[in-house]
């Protein structure tokens, strides 16, 4: 283990004004929002439309890393470059999603542990020799009736913990992403107390197992209400419960923090990283790491159709501008009419 490449790379994740496009759907995600488009869910429709959006035009002006999937990272752009090596050429650090996805928690209904750490260090030398400077791992944490269960955080945050180290060892920089789910009629309250004790428990595996807390970036999500919550709560309010629980949790040491999108629409998430950035008075970077508020609108317009490519381009080019602007404070809703 390297401290000084890992926390090099780190840094470099984070850099004023980029953030990092999460583009590893998994099969079962991917299919899913083709489906909703009738786009057929086959490898070759992943490739291009993946093609798309990493040709797209000044990307690499706001984006500092792209987290790719599996069967991406093996893949040929249509410059007849690997993903990683495309991604290198234009100045993008290339990433990989290393779980192998949240399954039933054993003894616990409806709650979720994400595995993958079988095999996992020999994956990680794989992805390693392809190109992955970074690698991500995300820990689902429900909000519902006597959920989530202080076994399932301690078990989720033990998983990231090793995934972690794993990762350190080969100087490969983690993500570590402890994603308490917006689904349900929870309000913002409910979601800062949880999240505040996901990370705190998070922090405690992770100085347990000895992480170099400044070669990791966190991925948490935003302190907001549930999607079914009858109570909408301002950005502001989001705002000042998300850099409050950062404040409680997130040592000084961590160069980073890349949001999920989480299911907010384009716009809010943009609104409220803002809003964060205005707040947020500590040592850390704050940035984007969304999947959904980046690439969705993009998506619907390629539609399975590559005559459609400059026009979602232009789409995700834009989604990636925004929240470049918004990472360091300065975008408001009025450009997006520019
Ligand atoms: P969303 O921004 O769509 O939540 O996805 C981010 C991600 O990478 C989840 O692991």
């Not at 991917?30 to 990493?54: G, H, P, Q, S, W």
């Not at 995934?163 to 920089?173: F, G, L, M, P």
């Not at 070669?215 to 709560?233: A, Q, R, V, Y």
Request: proline share 4%; hydrophobic share 35%; charged share 25%.
């Amino acid at each position: 283990m390297n401290i000084k490449i890992l926390n090099q790379i780190a840094t470099q994740m984070v850099t004023e004004s980029k953030g990092i496009l999460a583009m590893d759907e998994s099969h079962g995600t991917c299919k899913k929002r083709f489906d909703a488009l009738n786009i057929e869910a086959t490898e070759e429709n992943r490739r291009l439309y993946r093609d798309m959006l990493v040709t797209a035009e000044s990307l690499s002006s706001y984006i500092s890393g792209a987290i790719l999937f599996d069967e991406t990272i093996k893949q040929k752009t249509s410059q007849n470059l690997s993903f990683p090596d495309y991604l290198k050429k234009i100045g993008i650090l290339p990433g990989i999603k290393v779980d192998t996805g949240a399954k039933p928690f054993s003894c616990h209904s409806n709650e979720k542990i994400t595995e993958g750490l079988d095999n996992l260090p020999q994956r990680m030398e794989g992805y390693k020799s392809l190109g992955a400077k970074f690698a991500k791992w995300r820990a689902v944490i429900t909000i519902g009736d006597d959920i989530p269960s202080t076994a399932c955080m301690i078990a989720n945050s033990h998983a990231l913990a090793r995934y972690a180290s794993i990762c350190q060892e080969v100087d490969i920089v983690p993500i570590v992403e402890p994603e308490v789910l917006m689904d349900g009629p929870h309000n913002i309250q409910e979601c800062f107390d949880v999240t505040n004790k996901m990370q705190s428990i998070l922090f405690e595996e992770l100085d347990k197992l000895d992480i170099s807390l400044s070669g990791i970036i966190l991925k948490p999500n935003m302190i907001t209400s549930g999607s079914d919550c009858k109570i909408k709560s301002s950005s502001e309010e989001i705002a000042e419960l998300t850099v409050r629980c950062l404040g409680n949790n997130v040592p000084i040491e961590v160069p980073g923090i890349a949001f999920l999108s989480g299911g907010q629409s384009d716009t809010e998430a943009s609104i409220n990283l803002n809003n964060i950035n205005k707040l947020n008075d500590n040592p850390w970077k704050v940035t984007f790491s969304y999947g959904r508020a980046l690439q969705l609108e993009a998506m619907k317009k390629w539609n399975g159709n590559n005559h459609n490519n400059l026009d979602a381009q232009k789409i995700i080019s834009k989604r990636a501008h925004m929240n470049s602007l918004a990472s360091s404070g300065q975008y408001n809703l009025s450009m997006e009419n520019d």
